[in-house]
């Protein structure tokens, strides 16, 4: 089963950015869609963006589009999410995961569901002040 290791969290202030990173082990990183979730404090853990197995195919929450960037280097097997414009609305702890096989999304409302995911990392925090 692959491994990931979410990295880049840290305090920043409102308007500021950030960049994660998300490295997974194993051989078959290209084989696989990847995504991003976040998780605050007292709810439930949300999707975030999600990027297809080349890169070209890209969906993004409605809370996020237009100052996120989801992108991949298959060559360095790693998943970035480049967060821009950041608010305190931000702040969660940031997870990326793999996207089963089986599952083929291209709108939101696939892209949302949890248990289409599998090989959650231990997730990053990231904090935005006011």
């Known amino acids: 089963q692959v491994q990931l290791v979410e990295s880049g969290g840290g305090l920043v202030q409102a308007g500021g950015s950030l960049r994660l990173s998300c490295a997974a082990s194993?051989?078959?990183?290209?084989?696989?869609?990847m995504g991003w979730f976040r998780q605050a404090p007292g709810k439930e853990r949300e999707f975030v963006a999600d990027?297809?197995?080349?890169?070209?195919?890209?969906g993004y929450s409605d809370s996020v589009k237009g100052r996120f960037t989801i992108s991949r280097d298959n060559a360095k097997n790693t998943v970035y999410l480049q967060m821009n414009s950041l608010k305190p609305e931000d702040t969660a702890v940031y997870y990326c995961?793999?996207?089963?096989?089986?599952?083929?999304?291209?709108?939101?409302?696939?892209?949302?569901?949890?248990?289409?995911?599998?090989?959650w990392g231990q997730g990053t925090q990231v904090t935005v002040s006011s």
């Open positions: 990027i297809g197995r080349s890169g070209v195919m890209r």
């Open positions: 194993g051989r078959t990183f290209s084989s696989y869609a």
């Open positions: 995961a793999q996207r089963k096989l089986e599952y083929h999304c291209s709108t939101y409302r696939c892209y949302q569901q949890r248990d289409i995911y599998n090989s």
